[in-house]
Nanobody, 116 residues
Framework: QVQLVESGGGLVQPGGSLRLSCAAS????????MGWYRQVPGKQREFVAT???????NYADSVKGRFTISRDNAKSTVSLQMNSLTPEDTAVYYC??????????WGQGTQVTVSS
């Protein structure tokens, strides 16, 4: 079955960087739009970034210029490079896979905490 497994979260100081990875299995990653979302307790899950099969990217205004999403279809992975992190970036980050006519897939999430 399809699995999305996130990794790379952790504790980082403000201004620091982290790189999240999402490993996909049981699916042909190249035909999906892949994305990253995040959620803090008590709030709705929010969009962070997406990347199409052709490599076109889209970012939330709050992360534009600081985060970079990329994909490696051959390795079935999607990454999120996060720079200049602030405490407001603290959240559980989720990997997402979408294509027409299919229920979206979600990973289990990875915690990112930005604190001094």
């Amino acid at each position: 079955q399809v699995q999305l497994v996130e990794s790379g979260g952790g504790l980082v100081q403000p201004g620091g960087s982290l790189r999240l990875s999402c490993a996909a299995s049981g699916m042909l990653l190249s035909i999906y739009v892949m994305g990253w979302y995040r959620q803090v307790p008590g709030k709705q899950r929010e969009f962070v970034a997406t990347i199409t099969s052709g490599g076109r990217t889209n970012y939330a205004d709050s992360v534009k210029g600081r985060f970079t999403i990329s994909r490696d279809n051959a390795k079935s992975t999607v990454s999120l490079q996060m720079n200049s992190l602030t405490p407001e970036d603290t959240a559980v980050y989720y990997c997402n896979a979408v294509r027409a006519g299919v229920v979206p897939y979600w990973g289990q999430g990875t915690q990112v905490t930005v604190s001094s």
